[in-house]
Nanobody, 125 residues
């Protein structure tokens, strides 16, 4: 059974950086793309970044492009989200999940499954 576990959240000042990790296990063949999503209180879940099963294809939401970088280490079964130039609008609970591909799926969280428990990111001075 697939399992994803996030870590790395915390409190950071505006302009700072954080690195989130998603450790994966038991991913199902054909459902190995990994997406990062976030959800703030009272808001819908928002796709942030995704990476394909091979790691070759990545996609980012307009709100984070140029600031966030997604990568994966197959040997460690880990997908990392490096977040730079953070601002208060990035405050949210961040989740990783497994999906079928990284082509146009950031707007379709329903295509993802095996959601992790989430990790809180708070950007505040």
């Amino acid at each position: 059974q697939s399992q994803l576990v996030e870590s790395g959240g915390g409190l950071v000042q505006p302009g700072g950086s954080l690195r989130l990790s998603c450790v994966t296990s038991g991913l199902t063949a054909g459902h190995e793309a990994i997406g990062w999503f976030r959800q703030a209180p009272g808001k819908e879940r928002e796709g942030v970044a995704c990476i394909s099963a091979t790691g070759v294809v990545t996609d980012y939401s307009n709100s984070v492009v140029g600031r966030f970088t997604i990568s994966r280490d197959h040997a460690k079964a880990t997908v990392t989200l490096q977040m730079n130039s953070l601002n208060p609008d990035d405050t949210s609970v961040y989740y990783c999940a497994a999906g079928p591909s990284c082509f146009g799926t950031l707007d379709l969280p329903s295509q993802y499954s095996n959601w992790g428990q989430g990790t809180q990111v708070t950007v505040s001075s």
